[in-house]
């Protein structure tokens, strides 16, 4: 599932490739950008903010034209891949929303969430919304912390998946986040103790994973052993053994273990968060 490692990875892989060139052909296959050729457009830099990638264009003629950015979101499924040009690109092609050419390289976004267009100078209305993002050279963990706190009665895990707080968390580090402070993650936020240590644990793990190709928060890469919950309901915690509870009624998908992240005296909101593994 991309989170801000894999978007910051992505954005860097679509740099290495297409930064510098100038585009020989696009073909962006969603509804407003249908007609949009970026022939002649040149790469000048591809970078994330949270999760989502910024391609930033230089037009042909600097005197008719202003530059632009090719703003896409992953979502859930979305990604990007880069082939060597006269490749075909591999994949089904109706999951294909971005095709963009240079002599040397062909970059294919596939079942992206968001694909835009706009002025480069639109970006920060765009993404201004967006809390500091975590992978930034300019990360302000106290900006953060502030942020996280504005709202002290949300759970923590929808506080730290809110990218208006901080950018970069998804569902896997929540949990896992969650899971290494020994917080429940339906603990309010105002009733998290030490809020600057959650924050400044999420930067170092996910600038750790933005380094390597796999992610992992346990320090193994062998698979099967890179998470301590995300995706282990029913499983034994690495920690302490006892079943790795789910929660998976919402839009959100929340794992902890009910041991290692006791539930506090607060009530969840609705009294909908199960306390023990089912
Ligand atoms: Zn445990």
Same mark, same amino acid.
């Given at each position: 599932?991309?989170? !801000?490692?894999?978007?910051?990875?992505?954005?860097?892989?679509?740099?290495?490739?297409?930064?510098?060139?100038?585009?020989?052909?696009?073909?962006?296959?969603?509804?407003?950008?249908?007609?949009?050729?970026?022939?002649?457009?040149?790469?000048?830099?591809?970078?994330?903010?949270?999760?989502?990638?910024?391609?930033?264009?230089?037009?042909?003629?600097?005197?008719?034209?202003?530059?632009?950015?090719?703003?896409?979101?992953?979502?859930?499924?979305?990604?990007?891949?880069?082939?060597?040009?006269?490749?075909?690109?591999?994949?089904?092609?109706?999951?294909?929303?971005?095709?963009?050419?240079?002599?040397?390289?062909?970059?294919? !976004?596939?079942?992206?969430?968001?694909?835009?267009?706009?002025?480069?100078?639109?970006?920060?209305?765009?993404? !201004?919304?967006?809390?500091?993002?975590?992978?930034?050279?300019?990360?302000?963990?106290?900006?953060?912390?502030?942020?996280?706190?504005?709202?002290?009665?949300?759970?923590?895990?929808?506080?730290?998946?809110?990218?208006?707080?901080?950018?970069?968390?998804?569902?896997?580090?929540?949990?896992?986040?969650?899971?290494?402070? !020994?917080?429940?993650?339906?603990?309010?936020?105002?009733?998290?103790?030490?809020?600057?240590?959650?924050?400044?644990?999420?930067?170092?793990?996910?600038?750790?994973?933005?380094?390597?190709?796999?992610?992992?928060?346990?320090?193994?890469?062998?698979?099967?052993?890179?998470?301590?919950?995300?995706?282990?309901?029913?499983?034994?915690?690495?920690?302490?053994?006892?079943?790795?509870?789910?929660?998976?009624?919402?839009?959100?998908?929340?794992?902890?273990?009910?041991?290692?992240?006791?539930?506090?005296?607060?009530?969840?909101?609705?009294?909908?968060?199960?306390?023990?593994?089912?």
């Amino acid at each position: 599932m991309p989170e !801000g490692d894999t978007v910051f990875r992505t954005a860097q892989a679509l740099g290495r490739a297409l930064a510098g060139a100038t585009l020989t052909a696009s073909d962006l296959r969603v509804a407003a950008l249908a007609t949009v050729d970026l022939a002649g457009w040149a790469v000048e830099e591809s970078v994330s903010r949270g999760k989502h990638l910024l391609l930033r264009l230089r037009p042909p003629d600097a005197a008719t034209a202003a530059p632009l950015t090719l703003h896409s979101h992953l979502g859930m499924d979305g990604s990007w891949r880069v082939f060597t040009a006269g490749r075909r690109p591999a994949g089904p092609a109706h999951h294909i929303r971005a095709v963009l050419h240079t002599t040397e390289a062909l970059a294919v !976004g596939y079942q992206l969430k968001e694909l835009a267009l706009l002025p480069t100078t639109d970006e920060p209305a765009r993404l !201004g919304h967006l809390g500091p993002d975590l992978l930034g050279a300019d990360f302000d963990a106290d900006e953060a912390v502030r942020r996280l706190s504005r709202d002290p009665g949300a759970t923590i895990a929808d506080a730290l998946r809110d990218q208006r707080h901080l950018a970069g968390i998804g569902n896997v580090y929540c949990a896992e986040l969650l899971f290494l402070r !020994g917080i429940w993650p339906w603990t309010p936020t105002a009733e998290v103790t030490d809020l600057p240590a959650l924050v400044a644990l999420a930067r170092r793990v996910l600038l750790a994973n933005s380094r390597r190709p796999v992610r992992t928060t346990t320090g193994s890469l062998r698979r099967g052993q890179t998470t301590y919950v995300y995706g282990r309901s029913n499983t034994p915690c690495r920690r302490c053994g006892t079943l790795i509870a789910v929660d998976n009624r919402g839009e959100r998908v929340t794992y902890w273990c009910p041991a290692c992240q006791p539930a506090g005296t607060a009530a969840p909101p609705g009294g909908a968060a199960p306390r023990t593994p089912r």
